[in-house]
């Protein structure tokens, strides 16, 4: 048994008012808007159906929630193709839907965040059609460069590959030039290096704020600026990967440029140079556990949350005690000194939903680890009923990175399965919408698994959830000592301990069968302590106290103790 102790406490040093800081300690939900509520029978959820559910959220006592993009868009990758950063496609409403939302949010006292997305726009977009036709200020709005040629034959620039597969530069006829694009060939990349559209850009935030919002999360960061030497990127050697693999280059000139921290610093700014409340700004950047200095860098910066996705991409249903405690100790030691606070993302719409990726019993222990660790949990819509992947037929499948892969590769790469909508009780459509047919099929598994049902047993996905919010406000979570302790790889453990009350103590039984020991000596608890919360394989039931020196935890059993 190791362990490692991280007094939090001495790491708070000044920041903004503690009264701008609602969003520490607290749960921070995700909506994407197609899959939330249909409030018009189209079979797509939409604006007004968020407003109409909003008592969803004062129930689960979340203090914000997120909303994917509900702009313009020609769909191509469900919103994240903007061709008007501020105005509202009309399969979602309209902007005085919008400040509906808003003002019925704020009179439940709950934070609206939007999505901003500013490393491209959709190719539809007219800023882009002026481009082309290189209409000033429009012709420097996107990144442009001239082709290569190798025995007269046209090639990219340089050997830059999108997140998406294949060569990141797509050839134009009219302007004869490449565009750069690092996601798909429809997300043409916006050109910071152009002042006119720095301006632009921070005159989306300016609109969104001035509509009432709480703040961003920012989609794609670490791919908003490029070297400007469009150098070709070292190739890793020996992956085994198919060259046209975005994971087969070094992305040195493509990510986490300085440029790009400094781009976040002068949103951080424009955002506090306007009136009112402290904006919160959350960054979507995907890193491994070697690069974890690179996300923390935006905190620095000016984040108030770098997105922590290792419980989403750092580890699956084969991972250990000791891997995740390595993890969790690195992320914690990483985290830079300051009025910081950490983040643990549960789930989110583009990765398979949290019982596909660790098996339907271990459905809530990623959302107890996120309560129990220090700082801010982030979750998904259906994370609260421990919603299931849908699976889909290849014809079913919309998503553009599934239906790239073609009928052998979709199930594998397909982010609709995560999509499906939410499903609130057992009626048509699962009370999504009032149309038989909706965007994505509604799960199956509807009739069994959804809110209303949930809400009429004592012990469910549901409660579970709800006691999770409410332990993340208890004193010993928010300051309390962290310790992580693996048991023989077998259980996970976490304590937070304040001098003068019981810990909290979350255990996770990794193993596949029972397992008895001293709890008391192992992480120095007290001999008896009370079950908080335990999930459906605990023999452990809520409410009843136990003896921690013969401790007895079920295959997949987690158990939070106080
Ligand atoms: C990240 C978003 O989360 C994802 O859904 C989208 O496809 C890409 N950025 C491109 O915008």
Same mark, same amino acid.
């Given at each position: 048994?190791?362990?490692?102790?991280?007094? %939090?406490?001495?790491?708070? /040093?000044?920041?903004?008012?503690?009264?701008?800081?609602?969003?520490?300690? =607290?749960?921070?939900?995700?909506?994407?808007?197609?899959?939330?509520?249909?409030?018009?029978?189209?079979?797509?959820?939409?604006?007004?159906?968020?407003?109409?559910?909003?008592?969803?959220?004062?129930?689960? !006592?979340? =203090?914000?929630? @997120?909303?994917?993009?509900?702009?313009? #868009?020609?769909?191509s990758d469900f919103?994240y193709d903007?061709?008007?950063?501020?105005?509202?496609?009309?399969?979602?409403?309209?902007?005085?839907?919008?400040?509906?939302?808003?003002?019925?949010?704020?009179?439940?006292?709950?934070?609206?965040?939007?999505?901003?997305?500013?490393?491209?726009?959709?190719?539809?977009?007219?800023?882009?059609?002026? =481009?082309?036709?290189?209409?000033?200020?429009?012709?420097?709005?996107?990144? @442009?460069?001239?082709? /290569?040629?190798? !025995?007269?034959?046209?090639?990219?620039?340089?050997? @830059?590959l999108s997140v998406t597969r294949g060569s990141a @530069?797509?050839?134009?006829?009219?302007?004869?030039?490449?565009?750069?694009h690092q996601f798909s060939y429809f997300q043409?990349?916006?050109?910071?290096?152009?002042?006119?559209?720095?301006?632009?850009?921070?005159?989306?935030?300016?609109?969104?704020? $001035?509509?009432?919002?709480?703040?961003?999360?920012?989609?794609?960061?670490?791919?908003?600026?490029?070297?400007?030497?469009?150098?070709?990127?070292?190739?890793?050697?020996?992956t085994g990967l198919p060259p046209d693999d975005p994971n087969t280059?070094?992305?040195?000139?493509?990510?986490?440029?300085?440029?790009?921290?400094?781009?976040?610093?002068?949103?951080?700014?424009?955002?506090?140079?306007?009136?009112?409340?402290? $904006?919160?700004?959350?960054?979507?950047?995907y890193?491994?556990?070697?690069?974890?200095?690179?996300?923390?860098?935006?905190?620095?910066?000016?984040?108030?949350?770098?997105?922590?996705?290792?419980?989403?991409t750092?580890?699956?249903?084969?991972?250990?005690?000791?891997?995740?405690?390595?993890?969790?100790?690195?992320?914690?030691?990483?985290?830079?000194?300051?009025?910081?606070?950490?983040?643990?993302?549960?789930?989110?719409h583009d990765n398979n939903r949290?019982?596909a990726r660790?098996?339907?019993?271990?459905?809530?222990?990623?959302?107890?680890?996120?309560?129990?660790?220090?700082?801010?949990?982030?979750?998904?819509?259906?994370?609260?009923?421990?919603?299931?992947d849908t699976w889909l037929s290849y014809n079913e499948t919309v998503d553009p990175i599934g239906c790239s892969a073609g009928p052998t590769g979709y199930n594998i790469t397909s982010r609709d399965p995560a999509r499906t909508?939410?499903?609130?009780?057992?009626?048509?459509?699962?009370?999504?919408?009032?149309?038989?047919?909706?965007?994505l099929?509604?799960?199956?598994?509807?009739?069994? %698994?959804?809110?209303?049902?949930?809400?009429?047993?004592?012990? =469910?996905?549901?409660?579970?959830?709800?006691?999770?919010?409410?332990?993340?406000?208890?004193?010993?979570?928010?300051?309390?000592?962290?310790?992580?302790?693996?048991?023989?790889?077998?259980?996970?453990?976490?304590?937070?301990?304040?001098?003068?009350?019981?810990?909290?103590?979350?255990?996770?039984?990794? #193993?596949?069968?029972?397992?008895?020991?001293?709890?008391?000596?192992?992480?120095?608890?007290?001999?008896?302590?009370?079950?908080?919360?335990?999930?459906?394989?605990?023999? %452990?039931?809520?409410?009843? /106290?136990?003896? /921690?020196?013969?401790?007895?935890?079920?295959?997949?059993?987690?158990?939070? %103790?106080?």
């Open positions: 048994m190791c362990k490692i102790t991280i007094f %939090l406490g001495l790491f708070l /040093t000044a920041g903004c008012a503690p009264s701008e800081e609602w969003w520490r300690d =607290s749960f921070i939900y995700q909506i994407y808007p197609r899959s939330f509520k249909d409030s018009n029978g189209d079979g797509v959820g939409d604006i007004n159906g968020i407003t109409s559910k909003l008592e969803h959220l004062v129930d689960l !006592n979340v =203090s914000a929630f @997120w909303i994917s993009p509900f702009f313009k #868009s020609p769909m919103g903007i061709s008007n950063f501020t105005d509202i496609d009309p399969i979602f409403g309209t902007l005085d839907d919008f400040s509906k939302l808003i003002t019925k949010a704020k009179s439940l006292n709950l934070k609206v965040i939007l999505d901003f997305v500013p490393n491209h726009s959709s190719n539809k977009h007219p800023w882009f059609q002026k =481009s082309i036709q290189k209409i000033p200020p429009y012709d420097n709005y996107y990144v @442009w460069r001239n082709a /290569t040629f190798v !025995n007269g034959t046209r090639h990219p620039p340089n050997n @830059w @530069w797509t050839w134009n006829d009219v302007r004869q030039q490449y565009y750069l043409p990349d916006l050109n910071f290096r152009s002042s006119a559209l720095n301006q632009e850009m921070k005159d989306v935030l300016t609109f969104w704020t $001035k509509r009432g919002v709480d703040g961003f999360r920012v989609d794609a960061i670490p791919q908003a600026f490029e070297d400007a030497r469009f150098l070709d990127e070292p190739v890793k050697p020996n280059l070094e992305h040195i000139y493509t990510k986490n440029q300085k440029e790009t921290y400094e781009l976040v610093r002068s949103w951080r700014n424009h955002l506090d140079a306007m009136n009112g409340t402290r $904006k919160i700004i959350l960054t979507e950047s890193i491994t556990l070697d690069e974890l200095n690179q996300s923390m860098k935006y905190y620095e910066y000016g984040a108030d949350i770098a997105f922590n996705f290792m419980f989403v750092g580890f699956n249903n084969r991972s250990t005690p000791t891997d995740f405690k390595d993890g969790i100790e690195k992320w914690l030691a990483h985290m830079p000194r300051g009025n910081y606070s950490s983040n643990w993302v549960v789930d989110n949290v019982s660790f098996g339907k019993r271990r459905a809530d222990q990623l959302t107890m680890l996120s309560a129990v660790l220090p700082g801010v949990g982030v979750v998904y819509y259906g994370d609260e009923i421990g919603m299931e909508p939410f499903q609130w009780d057992n009626s048509t459509s699962a009370g999504f919408s009032t149309n038989k047919t909706t965007w099929r509604v799960n199956p598994n509807y009739p069994i %698994l959804n809110l209303a049902a949930q809400k009429t047993v004592s012990h =469910s996905h549901y409660s579970i959830f709800k006691k999770l919010v409410a332990l993340k406000k208890k004193l010993v979570i928010k300051t309390g000592s962290v310790e992580v302790i693996s048991v023989a790889d077998r259980v996970l453990g976490i304590v937070r301990r304040v001098s003068g009350s019981v810990p909290v103590v979350l255990l996770i039984n990794f #193993s596949n069968g029972y397992v008895i020991f001293d709890a008391s000596y192992q992480l120095k608890i007290p001999p008896r302590m009370t079950v908080y919360v335990s999930n459906f394989d605990s023999s %452990l039931p809520e409410g009843v /106290t136990i003896n /921690t020196p013969s401790l007895v935890l079920a295959p997949a059993a987690s158990v939070i %103790l106080m």
